[in-house]
């Protein structure tokens, strides 16, 4: 039974990399859109609505499948639950990517984006999609420290939309007052997405550790703490033996 309890975690942790890859795909199209004003890559991305529900449903049937199987032992519990958490994630990582694709085709064929604004959006969005590959990794191979190192990441987008929230409000505006709304809601459809790539790391840290990361954090630098002292405590040993 064990056999196949384990088999039917490995399917589900299969199709959560399956999920995160449909994800990461449609917000690549959807900013490529974005950045070139084409109409192919909005229809592409606005397309994977279909294969994004299709694997959200098979997730959350499997997880529902999973707790009723039988009383999981702790980590396979931890992985259910904070698996589940994930998929809620990715389903709305992969609705944002479908509001920028929206966009995008909304105002096809001239650009979403001012000239003087494109290159913030750029960096936004391979920021973004740096993101997503780390998760992507991490789901493949938990890592604790490349997890809690996309807050970093998350930094820099929260202070690129900043940057860009403030030349529109406490700058002279040059462009219209659309452009100014339209700037205003993609800067935070890229930012809200960062958001949910942190909480899947977190989510994966959890499923690592047992420990939120915050909780981690205080757990580890306590050790290194403890490690430094009784590494002082040994050189003072050692010393006083060879006197």
Not at 20 to 29: F, I, L, Q, S
Not at 94 to 99: C, N, P, S, T, Y
Not at 199 to 211: E, F
């Amino acid at each position: 039974m064990r056999t196949a309890y384990r088999q039917q975690l490995d399917s589900f942790a299969h199709n959560l990399i399956v999920l995160c890859d449909v994800t990461k795909d449609t917000m690549a199209k959807a900013s490529d859109a974005l950045l070139r004003a084409s109409l192919q890559s909005a229809e592409d991305a606005l397309s994977n609505a279909e294969q994004l529900d299709e694997v959200r449903s098979l997730c959350e049937d499997q997880s529902v499948e999973l707790l009723a199987l039988e009383t999981p032992v702790a980590r396979d519990l931890r992985q259910v639950v904070s698996s589940i958490y994930i998929v809620e994630d990715f389903d709305r990582m992969g609705a944002l990517a479908m509001h920028v694709a929206s966009a995008a085709r909304r105002r096809h064929p001239e650009h979403a984006l001012p000239e003087d604004v494109a290159g913030f959006f750029k960096e936004l969005a391979r920021l973004v999609a740096d993101m997503s590959d780390k998760i992507r990794d991490v789901l493949i191979e938990p890592n604790t420290d490349i997890a809690l190192a996309l807050s970093t990441d998350d930094d820099a987008v929260d202070d690129l939309q900043h940057h860009l929230l403030r030349m529109i409000t406490l700058r002279p505006w040059p462009h219209s007052t659309r452009e100014a709304v339209d700037i205003a809601l993609l800067a935070r459809f890229f930012e809200r997405y960062a958001d949910h790539t942190v909480n899947v790391a977190s989510r994966i840290v959890y499923l690592s550790t047992g420990m939120r990361p915050e909780e981690y954090l205080r757990r580890r630098a306590d050790e290194e703490i403890e490690a430094e002292a009784e590494k002082r405590w040994q050189e003072l040993e050692n010393q006083f033996r060879r006197s």
